[in-house]
């Protein structure tokens, strides 16, 4: 399982997801991003971030 947990690039933000394949979870986050901070153009350059921050749930520290 894949996890990306959004404070770890919006400080402050709990919202986190997880999903079994990094497409997937790339998009929830790309449709949080539009929600909840109020992001109208999503740039490569956030995509590769979000990409960046995705990690296996079993590797990720309690």
Known sequence: ???FECG???PGCEWH????EDAEV???SVEHMRQAH???IIRETMVENIKAR???EN???A
């Open 1 to 3: 399982m894949r996890l």
């Open 38 to 40: 109020g992001e109208t």
């Open 26 to 28: 790339i998009r929830r």
């Open 54 to 56: 995705i990690r296996d």
């Open 17 to 20: 997801t997880r999903a079994d």
């Open 8 to 10: 770890t690039l919006v």
């Open 59 to 61: 590797n990720v520290e």
